[in-house]
Nanobody, 125 residues
Framework: QVQLVESGGGSVQLGGSLRPSCAAS????????MGWFRQAPGKEREGVAQ???????TYAPSVKGRFTISQDNAKNTLYLQMNRLKPEDTAMYYC???????????????????WGQGTQVTVSS
């Protein structure tokens, strides 16, 4: 079992930055894929970014160049650095993990067996 707890969301204005984090606990295998998903009211959940156990990353086109996913293995923590935020980035952001496993070419929610409770990100214009 893996437990994921997100924190670090909040409210910012257009162009601002936030860095949500996701603390993982429990048993993880040496191979894993961890990702960030988001869901806005009335919209489907979408993959934002993912990172493999070998450090390979994938980003959604809408966030590439603005968001950076990273991990601190010593702290078992996943981060999402979000810069140049836009109102359309407003959503609940969820951390997800698949272990043992590896990241697929596309981010699909059903791959991930473990999910956090989410952290709200709101961007105002």
């Amino acid at each position: 079992q893996v437990q994921l707890v997100e924190s670090g969301g909040g409210s910012v204005q257009l162009g601002g930055s936030l860095r949500p984090s996701c603390a993982a606990s429990g048993h993880t295998y040496s191979s894993y894929c961890m990702g960030w998903f988001r869901q806005a009211p009335g919209k489907e959940r979408e993959g934002v970014a993912q990172i493999d156990s070998d450090g390979s990353t994938t980003y959604a086109p809408s966030v590439k160049g603005r968001f950076t996913i990273s991990q601190d293995n010593a702290k078992n923590t996943l981060y999402l650095q979000m810069n140049r935020l836009k109102p359309e980035d407003t959503a609940m952001y969820y951390c997800a993990a698949d272990t043992p496993g590896f990241c697929m070419r596309t981010m699909v929610g059903h791959q991930f067996g473990y999910w956090g409770q989410g952290t709200q990100v709101t961007v105002s214009s």
